[in-house]
């Protein structure tokens, strides 16, 4: 039986990866997964790294964020497998992700998982490589620009500021879907930047969640939608009105809370 890198491997997964396979490489007959961020929406913010595994992919399995540009970066006979998910519609259940990693992966096949932002924060990432693990599949991951750090940096708001914030949260906004409570009274505290995301519709909960916390309404706030693209817009407000803002702001976006939001003005560079 061959034997191929597994996650405790100290061999160079991604060098596998790029091999065909051949007698002289068996080891490249084997199937690999790669997880990889294809980042925020702005194509050029792919990493180098990334670019040379999508290169080399015969099976791309891909999510709604992933942009037509990223996906047309990998071999024209690369077979591309849909399973982006919509709020509360999941085009594909995520067991059924799961078996066809596991499946295109057992056929043989470099298969590239290609999720929007950075795979590891809110993408499931760590879930599909526990099913990977458990069925001896052999992967690598490649981490992406998360939204929080790609769109804030094109909108001019730096998530960190030494006159505004020395620390920075990143929250679900599936308040209710995503695990444990969430502990408002951390959130609700100077000098400190949240960002949440998938947080539009839950934007009144999170409103009166932080006020109740002791934030105060005057606290500015902005949405960012569909950050790094051409379509990127920025609202701006403060949290008492963070409600209506969200009203006028399309998925997907993001809703940053603190000070540093304020430097938007002066700092906006981005022209999209
Ligand atoms: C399921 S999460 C995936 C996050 C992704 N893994 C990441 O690291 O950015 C989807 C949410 O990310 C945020 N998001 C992703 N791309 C974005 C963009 N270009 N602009 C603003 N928000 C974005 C939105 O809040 C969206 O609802």
Known sequence: MTTHPTSHSTSLPTELFTKECSEECPEACAGFVSLVGAGPGDPDLLTVKALRVIQHAQVLVYDRLVSQAILDLAPQNAERIYVGKQLDFHCVPQDQINQILVDKAR??????????G???IFGRGGEE???LADNQIAYDVVPGITAAAGATA????PLTHRDHAQSVQFITGHLQKDGQPINWQSLAQSNQTLVFYMGLKQSPHITEQLLNAGLS??????IIERGTTAQQ?????NLATLPQLAQQAESPALIVVGSVTSLHEKLKWFKG
């Open 217 to 222: 309404g005057d606290t500015a706030c902005a």
């Open 233 to 237: 817009r920025v609202y701006r407000g």
């Open 107 to 116: 056929e043989g096949k470099r298969v590239v998982r290609l999720k929007g």
């Open 154 to 157: 094109y909108a001019g708001i």
């Open 129 to 131: 490589l526990e099913v």
């Open 118 to 120: 950075d795979s590891f």
